[in-house]
């Protein structure tokens, strides 16, 4: 059947077909199914060659990091214990020793703090208590800080670097591994070694907080000898470094160390006391 359509004017009239006809697959450009290929054919065809995003480049651009930092983490904890894999039975016992020693100081810091906080609770006159405590305490900083002298037992530690191989890298490390053994004041040839203390190279010479210092470098250290010069001498240590130098190192204990090399007073420029 067709509709006729009539035209003003000129009575023609015109024929409209019933339907279109369909467009073939190949006119419109969708993909059509190709013809003898099987379903696990057409899955790999899929799939093959992979399309990768961007987000999906970056994602294993980070995780290619990731692995690798992880690989150079371990490698480098693998390098810090083979010292002590080879390290002697006697060795080890002392390291461990030392650890007991740290841990144990600890714990008596912690008892003391405890015990101040118990006086000031219990006390029938806090105020007289809390004025002792302020003294002990501005006495304690005064050492720590260089502006009074101190006397105790401890060590001294003679450097003898007659080749000039030692450096300022080598004393810091020295100074560090006394701190972490517990040192509580530190004498480098008559400068006083304080928190902010810097250490640096100077025309064939140390320099220590701008003062040059040279051989022998003589350290004056207070603190339990006990940790104290174990800690010198364990494997890879700070004496086996200097001695690698060539450099000659001796320590000896001691019942009474003297540090009287005194630092100014320095005032903050922007730091004030706080009554929180």
Sequence with gaps: MSEQEETPGNGLRKELPEELPAT?????????????LTGRQRLVKGLWPPRVTRAQLIVAVLLFGLGFGLAVQVASNSDSDSALRGARQEDLVRILDE???RTQRLQDEKQGLENQRDELENSSDQAEEARKQTVEKERQLGILAGTVAAQGPGITMTIDDTKGAVEADMLLDA?????????EAIQV???????????????K????????ITAPFRFKVIGNPQDLEPALNIPGGVVQTLEKEQATVTVERSDKIVVDALRAAKRPDYARSSPR
């Excluded at 100074?175 to 040192?183: K, M, T, Y």
């Excluded at 008559?190 to 025309?203: E, I, P, Q």
């Design 189 to 203: 040839n008559g400068v006083r070694v304080v928190a902010n203390t810097f250490l640096s190279d100077s025309d």
């Design 24 to 36: 073939p697959p190949e006119e419109t450009g969708t993909p059509s199914s190709e013809p003898g």
């Design 99 to 101: 650890l007991d020693d």
């Design 175 to 183: 100074i560090q591994e006394l701190r972490a053994a517990g040192a």
């Design 205 to 212: 010479s140390v320099s220590v907080d701008g003062n040059k």
